[in-house]
T-cell receptor, first 113, second 116 residues
Framework: GQQLNQSPQSMFIQEGEDVSMNCTSSSIFNTWLWYKQDPGEGPVLLIALYKAGELTSNGRLTAQFGITRKDSFLNISASIPSDVGIYFC?????????????FGEGTQLTVNP | DGGITQSPKYLFRKEGQNVTLSCEQN?????MYWYRQDPGQGLRLIYYSQIVNDFQKGDIAEGYSVSREKKESFPLTVTSAQKNPTAFYLCASSKLPDRVMNTEAFFGQGTRLTVV
């Protein structure tokens, strides 16, 4: 099956710093999604990307769909304490997997005030 | 409010007992999914369904069963055959993808199952 590598596994930063995390795949996707999960809750969708090269922002969050269709990154600018949580990338290739998503292992973000 | 409802939030069961987790959605989504999450781990797909009365095994289906009798509902049964059932279970739903439709998956709040 498709493999999704997400890095880094964890990050410890100071409030106000920028953050960058990325995902790479062994094969192409035609959809990339980024989610955030707070402790004990379900993941919440942050950004959806549908076209290679697409760059999309949602407030302080920016994500890009890599031109090769095998990678994506998420940037968080000027981090704040409520950014703490686990961030997941997910990819989909509908021609072979239909609606199934493949998830990365997650990036645990800790923000020190 | 439209969304996905999982119940209960916390569930305790004795070893050897079957237990059923509920998932209901009112988003009119065709596809529904069950994931398992262990501490510090990502999401692993147990089962998914893209149409009523049909479902497919995911990556870790052994010891689990599902049904899809109604579009809105996709209950998951954790059977006694599941060797390590204690985990956080997440249900999700989405539209089916085509060339123009978005296919984001939306998640419920999760059920934490503890087997003692």
């Amino acid at each position: 099956g498709q493999q999704l590598n997400q890095s880094p596994q964890s990050m410890f930063i100071q409030e106000g710093e920028d953050v960058s995390m990325n995902c790479t795949s062994s094969s192409i996707f035609n959809t990339w999604l980024w989610y955030k999960q707070d402790p004990g809750e379900g993941p919440v969708l942050l950004i959806a990307l549908y076209k290679a090269g697409e760059l999309t922002s949602n407030g302080r969050l920016t994500a890009q769909f890599g031109i090769t269709r095998k990678d994506s990154f998420l940037n968080i600018s000027a981090s704040i304490p409520s950014d703490v949580g686990i961030y997941f990338c997910a990819g989909q290739f509908r021609e072979t997997s239909g609606s199934r998503l493949t998830f990365g292992e997650g990036t645990q973000l800790t923000v020190n005030p | 409010d439209g969304g996905i409802t999982q119940s209960p939030k916390y569930l305790f069961r004795k070893e050897g007992q079957n237990v059923t987790l509920s998932c209901e959605q009112n988003l009119n989504h065709d596809a529904m999914y069950w994931y398992r999450q262990d501490p510090g781990q990502g999401l692993r797909l147990i089962y998914y369904s893209q149409i009523v009365n049909d479902f497919q095994k995911g990556d870790i289906a052994e010891g689990y069963s599902v049904s899809r009798e109604k579009k809105e509902s996709f209950p998951l049964t954790v059977t006694s055959a599941q060797k390590n059932p204690t985990a956080f279970y997440l249900c999700a739903s989405s539209k089916l993808p085509d060339r123009v439709m978005n296919t984001e998956a939306f998640f419920g709040q999760g059920t934490r199952l503890t087997v003692v």
